[in-house]
């Protein structure tokens, strides 16, 4: 899934006005979106500020599949040279702007967007793909579930080891989640379904962030990930997605799984209640993040209550040391300070770095000029670079305790982007210091003289 802000000007194309009638709308494709991307609408005029969130869900329309939205158009001839154009995408609406207004284009220049945005360009900043997130959504809605134990992360049924010896679980050795988080069954909708014992229609409608957990052999809470836009499924809709199971044969194949992991036949209908696209879920299993016995979010474990997430997790390491995790739902910060592998590896930091406060405080003490290089953006880039540097925790927060309270001042230290990245990867093991890497700067230097 792709972000993109797409620009408009309402005084050549009155999007307001078409979407108090419709939450469609077909646009000129020019880029190369892919069905589930998500589109922030930029109004240049009059607004210059980010008014819509919508999705992708077509592509490659033509003129005679496109939704004549004329009328709405202040220069008719705008609207015919689009046609003769002849390929479309059709966005629908997610959300509209919130409060006093959407992401202004300072916002956004202030976070890395270097473009004037007169045309369509792709999100690459995980950073701003939050900030944004929760601008346009602000009142987002996330639940916690528990999950039953499973070893075979949660696509085929491991047996009754682990499991609740009561209930359902203690009497046929296996939960309904055992395939949750299957990736290969997905129906013709391009949902994967799944079944969480407490989701249920008290939920309502709306598109939710669940977070998952599960109760280990050794009875420790493992935060197995996160959904997001998971949306419930009605008894109605579960008997047809159980009927396009039965046809692919999925259905007989699990009730296979079941025997093959209990030893006994499947005598209880298989169920669905929830479903989600299998790129919506964020896979946290192999990352070893224990949530607290004492965290705030979960008074027990209960699987029929969905809590509320109150505030960030607490995850505690093998020591039992505490650790706070950032609240966002989608990328959960590793409270070690691990670099997460994958098409756009990135540093992970820890919440104190991006606590704008934090962040203040720090600069103000040292400056915005690199303490490791000495670049400075400002004097390379001009304006646009006045103020921008990263900041660098000098302890790692692995060796952080729960009593430990941060000085910004001395704690953290700017670093353009460059040497942030450098004191993470260049070493296996740990974090490397500011003089350590000014070191490694200057032997390169001396060998290159």
């Known amino acids: ?65 496109y939704i004549n939205d004329r009328e709405f158009f202040t220069d008719k001839q705008e609207f015919d040279n689009g046609v003769k154009h002849n390929r479309f995408v059709r966005f629908k609406l997610l959300a509209k702007e919130c409060g006093k207004g959407g992401p202004s284009y300072q916002f956004l220049r202030n976070n890395g967007v270097i473009s004037n945005l007169q045309s369509p360009q792709k999100i690459y900043d995980s950073e701003l793909q939050k900030k944004l997130r929760n601008l346009i959504l602000p009142n987002r809605i996330e639940k916690i579930a528990r999950i039953c134990w499973n070893s075979n ?63 280990t052999p050794d009875k420790r809470r493992l935060y197995v990930g996160a959904i997001l836009d998971a949306e419930y499924v009605s008894p109605e809709q579960s008997s047809l997605v159980l009927k396009e199971y039965q046809d692919k044969g999925w259905y007989d194949a699990m009730c296979q799984e079941i025997e093959d992991a209990t030893g006994k036949k499947c005598n209880e209908p298989l169920l669905f209640n929830i479903r989600f696209r299998v790129e919506n879920f964020t896979d ?30 607490h995850f505690e390491d093998q020591k039992g040391s505490i650790h706070f995790v950032d609240a966002d739902s989608c990328e959960i910060t590793d409270p070690n300070n691990e670099v997460i592998e994958g098409a756009k590896s990135r540093i992970l930091v820890n919440r104190y770095e991006r606590n704008p406060e934090a962040r203040r405080l720090c600069v103000e003490a040292n400056g915005c000029k690199c303490a490791v290089c000495g670049f400075d953006f400002h004097s390379m880039y001009g304006s646009i670079g006045k103020g921008f540097i990263n900041v660098h925790h000098i302890k790692p927060i692995a060796e952080i305790g729960k009593a430990y309270k941060l000085n910004p001042k001395t704690d953290l230290v700017p670093v353009c982007a460059n040497c942030h990245a450098m004191l993470h990867y260049a070493k296996a093991d740990r974090v490397l210091s500011v003089n350590e890497l000014k070191e490694i700067i200057r032997v390169v230097k001396a060998e290159k003289n």
């Open 284 to 313: 946290y299993t192999e990352k070893g993040l224990y949530i607290s016995k004492d965290d705030p979010n979960l008074k027990a474990d209960y699987y029929g209550t969905l809590y509320n997430k109150l505030e960030s997790f």
């Open 153 to 215: 992360e949660w696509r085929y049924p491991s047996g009754p080891q682990g499991k609740s010896k009561i209930g359902f679980e203690g009497e046929n050795g296996f939960g309904h989640e055992e395939w949750l988080l299957d990736r290969n069954r997905i129906c013709e909708d391009g949902f994967h379904y799944g079944f969480i014992e407490s989701y249920n229609k008290d939920i309502g409608r709306k598109k939710q962030t669940v977070h998952l957990y599960s109760i």
């Open 1 to 65: 899934m792709n972000y993109w802000i797409v620009p408009y000007n309402e005084e050549v194309f009155r999007l307001e006005d078409l979407l108090c009638r419709t939450d469609i709308v077909d646009w000129r494709q020019h880029n190369n979106f892919d069905i589930g991307d998500v589109v922030y609408i930029y109004n240049s005029k009059p607004y210059q500020r980010i008014r819509y969130k919508m999705e992708v869900i077509r592509i490659k329309i033509t003129a005679s599949e």
